[in-house]
């Protein structure tokens, strides 16, 4: 999509920090960080949230690079939360479908 800040970031059209990358998925760090570590995995291609017919290999392909980048960041061993947001209740700011990793630090108890 050619208006999409995350197809730009995921496609190398425009520089970000790349924590992992393989043909299917990017992961970069947030511009506005929550919490320590703070990454956004993303698939190349473009979906707009995950009930946009995301295929069943995209989404465990996302995960999978989810849980590689808390490898190389180093929180696997204490933890991190994945949060995925869809629509405006959600609060969902970036309609590129995106998966947030989130650690490095004990996080809140509740869901919400
Ligand atoms: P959402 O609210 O859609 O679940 O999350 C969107 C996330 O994207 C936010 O955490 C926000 O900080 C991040 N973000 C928005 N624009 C940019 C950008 O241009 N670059 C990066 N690296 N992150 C962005
Ligand atoms: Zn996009």
Redesign the pocket.
């Known amino acids: 999509m050619s208006d999409c800040?995350?197809c730009k970031?995921a496609n190398d059209e425009?520089e970000?920090?790349v924590v992992y990358a393989d043909e299917l998925v990017c992961a970069?760090?947030?511009?506005?960080?929550?919490a320590p570590v703070?990454v956004?995995v993303v698939p190349k291609k473009h979906y707009q949230d995950i009930a946009d017919e995301v295929p069943s290999e995209t989404i465990a392909r996302v995960f999978e690079a989810a849980n590689k980048v808390a490898k190389i960041k180093g929180i696997d061993q204490k933890g991190y939360r994945l949060?995925?947001?869809k629509g405006a209740d959600?609060?969902?700011?970036?309609?590129h479908w995106?998966v947030?990793v989130l650690g490095g630090k004990t996080l809140g108890e509740g869901l919400i």
Do not use: R, Y
């Open positions: 800040i995350f970031l425009i970000t920090k970069f760090e947030d511009a506005n960080p929550q703070h956004l949060i995925t947001n959600a609060g969902q700011s970036v309609f995106h947030h």
